[in-house]
């Protein structure tokens, strides 16, 4: 069974900042694709940023960037140049690539906050 | 606009009295899930459906039940309701040609048993 860990439940910025999140999986499988998932207050699940395993370059929209190191099973968001309405709860989640869809395992989250 | 309606959006309830949380979806999707959300846990998943008439037990089926009579909807029954289900229920739907983008959640139903 794949496991999702976010061993850090909150963080705290200042505004302009760089943060960044750590999620580390476990799994047997070789490919698969990897998730950073935003809640905001409003709790809508936003998708940030996606990763497929088979891919070395690293992920990036905008100011949210991935360290994906792929042997020691860590998937990092990077958030540069942090703004308030990135205050949210964040969730990495991992799916397996088989044919179709699979289940997203997800992390236990964490509290972002971004202060003025 | 493609999207998962879930209803209703917050819901309080006695123990043991029966609730129906709708969900459903307008983009063809296959795949349909239920999840809840608890603080510290992140999102367990309760049951999915791969298509109609096709449903499975997730990590944490249990007082709970589904059905997909129809492919845009995927109902979430609890027979008889306990206070450990209070917690906030997500739907989302995935397309089994487009795994990559992920879910598509509905925006969450706050269900509080008392």
């Known amino acids: 069974a794949q496991t999702v860990t976010q061993s850090q439940p909150e963080m705290s910025v200042q505004e302009a900042e760089t943060v960044t999140l750590s999620c580390t999986y476990d799994t047997s499988e070789n490919n698969y694709y990897l998730f950073w998932y935003k809640q905001p207050p409003s709790r809508q699940m936003i998708l940030v940023i996606r990763?497929?395993?088979?891919?070395?370059q690293n992920a990036t929209e905008n100011r949210f960037s991935v360290n994906f190191q792929k042997a020691a099973k860590s998937f990092s968001l990077k958030i540069s140049d942090s703004q308030l309405g990135d205050t949210a709860m964040y969730f990495c989640a991992f799916m397996k690539r088989r044919g179709g869809a699979q289940k997203l395992v997800f992390g236990q989250g964490t509290r972002l906050t971004i202060n003025p | 606009e493609a999207q998962v309606t879930q209803n209703p959006r917050y819901l309080i309830t006695v123990t043991g009295k029966k609730l129906t949380v709708t969900c459903s979806q307008n983009?063809?999707?296959?795949?349909m899930s239920w999840y809840r959300q608890d603080p510290g846990l992140g999102l367990r998943q309760i049951y999915y459906s791969m298509n109609v008439e096709v449903t499975d037990k997730g990590d944490v089926p249990e007082g709970y039940k589904v059905s997909r009579k129809e492919k845009r909807n995927f109902p979430l029954i609890l027979e008889s309701p306990s206070p450990n289900q209070t917690s906030l229920y997500f739907c989302a739907s995935s397309s089994n040609r487009d795994s990559l983008n992920g879910y598509t959640f509905g925006s969450g139903t706050r269900l509080t048993v008392v």
């Open positions: 990763q497929e395993a088979y891919k070395q």
């Open positions: 983009m063809n999707h296959e795949y």
